[in-house]
């Protein structure tokens, strides 16, 4: 799973940003401050930064600097300053991309998979058994036949592939799957979602070969 550090001190934006990574595959770590920036790093490997402008305690222009010294990721910035001046600025210091808000949910997304393929990061297509996801299309294929899931349903298809060979709790699920109108997955939601996507893309779903149930303990793709 591609990590994604969120530079960002809006904790409204924090919020919606970590909703929507979340919702398409990502992990995520979020600072707020520039001085909390060295110990991240240390402790931490990132695939791509989300990099706001203006921080209470410095500016994002030392931050692109840093990260780019110290890694070779791509780095997006994210802010409400669209003068030409800032936008060059940003680009010299090193930042691959750069967009303002108010943003697009999509497109926002789409340029972090541009950004991860450039830097060939992020695999798009993954196979298990005969279901191939295309992550770049957002299509599910069984056999070479497009099958169609729900928003939740694929997201869930994602954090198994994501996971491939771990074992995830109920739990751990139930964080990962925020439901897109914004409402909390319950734990019998989430055993009719697994139930459904198990009837998509199990040849026998009461004896699925994919999704293998752990007894006691939860579920689990990939060995």
């Not at 600025?89 to 541009?114: H, M, Q, W």
């Not at 058994?129 to 299309?137: A, G, P």
């Not at 055993?191 to 579920?219: F, M, Q």
């Amino acid at each position: 799973m591609n990590q994604i550090l969120i530079v960002e001190d809006n904790e409204e934006i924090v919020e919606n940003l970590s909703l929507l990574l979340k919702e398409n595959g990502f992990s995520i770590k979020t600072i707020s401050k520039q001085t909390e920036l060295e110990n991240v790093l240390e402790k931490d490997k990132f695939d791509l930064v989300l990099l706001d402008l203006i921080l209470p305690d410095g500016n994002g222009y030392s931050i692109c600097t840093t990260i780019k010294n110290k890694m070779d990721i791509p780095i997006i910035i994210l802010t409400a300053m669209k003068d030409e001046y800032s936008i060059v600025t940003g680009f010299d210091v090193g930042a691959d991309d750069y967009i303002s808000k108010p943003f697009k949910p999509l497109e926002l997304i789409s340029r972090i998979k541009n950004q991860l393929r450039r830097y060939q990061k992020s695999p798009s297509v993954f196979k298990i058994s005969n279901i191939k996801v295309d992550t770049i299309k957002g299509s599910v294929l069984k056999n070479d036949k497009e099958i169609i899931l729900s928003a939740l349903e694929y997201r869930l298809l994602l954090v198994f592939i994501n996971h491939q060979g771990e074992i995830m709790t109920r739990n751990r699920l139930l964080e990962e799957i925020w439901d897109v109108a914004g409402e909390f997955v319950n734990d019998n939601t989430l055993t009719v979602y697994i139930k459904r996507l198990r009837e998509k893309i199990e040849d026998d779903s009461a004896n699925p070969t994919i999704i293998k149930t752990i007894r006691g303990i939860g579920y689990k793709i990939g060995e």
